[in-house]
């Protein structure tokens, strides 16, 4: 395998902390890989609510923690939620002197949406729905604007090069097409932002690409995963048989549109205090368990929004249209599905990984901002917040450069990417072992089941990053005997205590859980023959 060098800190990943940490790093000469043209492909761009932040009184960084805290249903890092919380109002000023065009009131001031499990209206928002959109748009412009940042598009880290325990560089693949030879590209600095697993599960609200290969490629290096069973399903996802499944923002409900089943009955009213603006994991469990029962729910948007959908949220307006639903006339079918991985990689309060060398921030990181149960809108708020954490010890640690060549890459031979039937077979794993509601024996079934995957295509890196960040949720849900935010155990449906203790876990413990249900299994088919 060809091995290159650049002074350059890599990149991995173009959602929207690759994006701010590359602008903080400047002028530091940064390589950014992105597998799909910039500002695309990244679940950033396709998050509808927008940024959670305590804009002005009477919200202040406290109250916010205090939701964050609670939400997070016994496993937030408190001094993490404080950190995060008052920051926050600084980074939407700036992501706004970047261009981003939030909405504003008459005064001036940011409209703010309501989601679930906030006390109070405080997500900063664009055209209702846009707000992802508008701020990788705005943050795009200004990374292609910047000298100091080489994007490379169409390329995809498929490993992690560790030299004497650290990490000192990449292994890069053609991502379009699938796949094809690696070659190794060393560099100072190696910033992990490359996204979260949704696509690990067969029904998802995620951007294709994004199916847990960057927790992969960190946990395939040796680095801790922290909190990986916790897997956030969110419950509004339009239910019309597209994959992926395209979202119905909780912004909806703030606004007041209601859950109903097909009897018409609103079952959030009677399910919890707070109905349809609860915290997500209970309303995911009350709209899966709607479907299960064959009960088909909807979201209903016809009296609070009317015609007005079609201009406030028009995402969700022309998903539905384009499914053959008209939202101002008809209630939106919806189905709980794959959102956001509130686990990943372990990193502390300035980004950095379990491995040296290695940053991690966004969703493939684990901070413990988000508990068991992540608060709506609190996950762009970490991305930010991060990706500039990253950036400002990442550049303590280095020289200062200010140039760098460009990195050219030679021609990549051709190589399988991973088979789609196989990739079916795990997602559909996922799904039935370890989704919404998990027991014993589903969860090692799930087990024997990326195991056979795995084996089926021996040393196709994307899908052994894939496997990798499958054993680890399923893995880590197995050993969590109990029930807490977006993990739930039919087997033990109560909290084992009211405070809970994060998950730690490296790929080998993860595999050892996975090679003896193998095994259990092998001697339960000999013992019965
Ligand atoms: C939504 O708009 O409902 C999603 C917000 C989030 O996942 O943070």
Known sequence: METLATERVIIVG????????????????????????LGEGASSAWAQGGVAAAMAAPDSPEAHAIDTIRAGAGTVDPEVAA?????????????TDLGTPFDRTAEGGYVLSREAAHSMARVVRVKGDQAGAEIMRALALQVRAAPSIQVMEGVMASGLLVRDGRVAGVE??????????????????????????????????????????????????????????????????????????????????????????????????????????????????????????????????????????????PAVAQACLSAGIDPVTQPIPVAAAAHYHIGGAETDRHGRSSLPGL???????????????????????????????????????????????????????????????????????????AGVIRDAQGLRRA??????????????????????????????ALLREESRGAHFRSDFPRPAAEIGTRSRMTLAEALAVRDEAVQASSIAAITQR
């Open 359 to 433: 940053w991690v921030c966004g969703e493939a990181s684990s901070t413990g901002l988000h508990g068991a149960n992540r608060l709506a809108s609190n996950g762009l708020l970490e991305a930010l917040v991060y990706g500039c954490s990253c950036a400002a010890d990442i550049a303590s640690c280095l020289p200062s450069a200010a140039q760098a060549p460009e990195v050219s890459l030679p021609p990549l031979g051709a190589a399988p990417p991973p088979g789609p039937q196989l990739v079916r077979r795990l997602r559909l794993a996922m799904t039935a072992g």
């Open 172 to 313: 890069l693949m053609l991502a379009a097409g699938g796949a094809s030879e690696p070659v190794r590209l060393e560099g100072p600095a190696v910033l992990l932002a490359g996204g979260g697993s949704g696509g690990l599960y067969a029904v998802t609200t995620n951007p294709p690409r994004i199916c847990g290969q960057a927790i992969g490629l960190a946990a395939r290096a040796g680095a801790v995963i922290a909190d990986a069973e916790f897997v956030q399903f969110h419950p509004t996802a339009i239910d019309v048989g597209h994959d992926p499944a395209p979202l119905a923002t909780e912004a909806l409900r703030g606004e007041g549109a209601v859950l109903l089943n097909h009897a018409g009955i609103r079952f959030m009213a009677g399910a919890h205090p707070d109905a349809e603006l609860a915290p997500r994991d209970v309303v995911a469990r009350a709209v899966f368990a709607e479907g299960q029962a064959g009960r088909r729910p909807v979201l209903d948007t016809r009296a609070v929004l009317g015609g007005a959908i079609l201009s406030s949220f």
């Open 83 to 95: 950190a995060v919380t008052a920051a926050a109002r600084r980074h939407i000023l700036d992501l």
């Open 14 to 37: 173009a959602g929207l902390g690759a994006l701010y940490a590359a602008l903080a790093l400047a002028p530091h000469p940064v390589l950014m890989i992105s597998p799909d043209p």
């Open 447 to 476: 087990l024997r089941e990326i195991a056979a995957v795995e084996a089926a295509q021996p040393g196709c890196r994307p899908l052994l990053n894939m496997t990798a960040t499958a054993t680890l949720i399923v893995a880590a």
